[in-house]
């Protein structure tokens, strides 16, 4: 526990650093015929990358080939909540001889079926620890409350959190520097650029300044105006 009380210490006399982002980013396996549907390169700060797939169940149009996406999800809850009790009972001077947990879910797929919208897809959520310690009801169910309230899974699964979806439709670089000429108005190849290096639809009028990918940067550059 020493790490962690030395990194608590310092947090709370600098509150800025208890801010994080966290970021993954994954890819539906489109070029796969059989096996896991879907792949992600995960970092750790010792093991290196790991890499993680899933898979849907037969029933859902997978192939049964990888933990469910929503295995893994009910595993990271497992793993954040007894880390975050066990954590919070080691700084209680409890130890602990055994450590379980268990989740036990009904769902209901009539939403998920595309048959009728709006039902919930999850009726009854279980969490059941398993300890074995020498400490009493008490102190024990002290180390829950502190987890109940302090663990991030928990903190998700019981808090509305509404995500900020974008699609972004990417352009294959071979035909990313075609795209910057075309116009969003009129949708013709009729973007031409300046001479100040922003870009007119000959056609329409539309004046714009179109970027494409990081990657693609070098098409951005000014061409001869148009006569």
């Given at each position: 526990?020493?790490?962690?009380?030395?990194?608590?210490?310092?947090y709370?006399k600098?509150?800025?650093?208890?801010?994080k982002?966290?970021?993954?980013?994954?890819?539906?396996?489109?070029?796969?015929e059989?096996?896991p549907?879907?792949?992600?390169?995960?970092?750790?700060?010792?093991?290196?990358?790991?890499?993680?797939l899933?898979?849907e169940t037969?029933?859902l149009?997978?192939g049964?080939t990888?933990?469910h996406?929503?295995?893994?999800?009910?595993v990271?809850?497992?793993?954040?909540?007894?880390?975050?009790?066990?954590?919070?009972?080691a700084?209680a001077?409890?130890?602990?001889?055994?450590?379980?947990?268990?989740?036990?879910?009904?769902?209901?797929?009539?939403?998920g079926?595309?048959?009728?919208?709006?039902?919930?897809?999850v009726?009854?959520y279980?969490?059941?620890?398993f300890v074995?310690s020498?400490?009493n009801?008490?102190?024990?169910?002290?180390?829950?409350?502190?987890t109940?309230?302090?663990c991030f899974?928990m903190?998700?699964?019981?808090?509305?959190?509404?995500?900020?979806i974008?699609?972004i439709?990417?352009t294959?670089e071979?035909k990313?520097?075609e795209?910057?000429?075309?116009?969003p108005n009129c949708?013709?190849?009729?973007m031409?650029?300046?001479?100040?290096n922003?870009?007119?639809?000959?056609?329409?009028?539309t004046?714009g300044?179109?970027?494409l990918?990081?990657?693609?940067?070098?098409?951005?550059?000014?061409?001869k105006?148009?006569?």
């Amino acid at each position: 526990m020493d790490g962690f009380k030395k990194v608590q210490n310092e947090y709370k006399k600098d509150r800025s650093k208890c801010k994080k982002t966290l970021e993954v980013k994954g890819r539906w396996r489109l070029n796969v015929e059989y096996g896991p549907q879907f792949e992600i390169k995960l970092e750790t700060e010792r093991a290196g990358q790991i890499t993680v797939l899933t898979d849907e169940t037969i029933i859902l149009g997978g192939g049964g080939t990888a933990v469910h996406p929503v295995h893994y999800c009910m595993v990271g809850f497992c793993g954040c909540f007894s880390a975050a009790f066990a954590k919070w009972a080691a700084m209680a001077d409890i130890e602990l001889r055994k450590l379980d947990i268990r989740i036990i879910a009904d769902i209901d797929l009539t939403t998920g079926f595309g048959i009728e919208d709006g039902i919930d897809a999850v009726n009854d959520y279980k969490l059941e620890i398993f300890v074995e310690s020498d400490a009493n009801m008490e102190e024990l169910n002290k180390v829950l409350e502190h987890t109940k309230r302090r663990c991030f899974c928990m903190y998700c699964i019981t808090t509305p959190i509404m995500p900020k979806i974008e699609m972004i439709v990417e352009t294959p670089e071979e035909k990313a520097e075609e795209a910057v000429f075309i116009c969003p108005n009129c949708f013709n190849k009729t973007m031409v650029f300046l001479d100040d290096n922003t870009q007119k639809c000959k056609n329409c009028g539309t004046t714009g300044y179109f970027t494409l990918q990081p990657q693609a940067k070098n098409v951005s550059q000014k061409k001869k105006k148009f006569k």
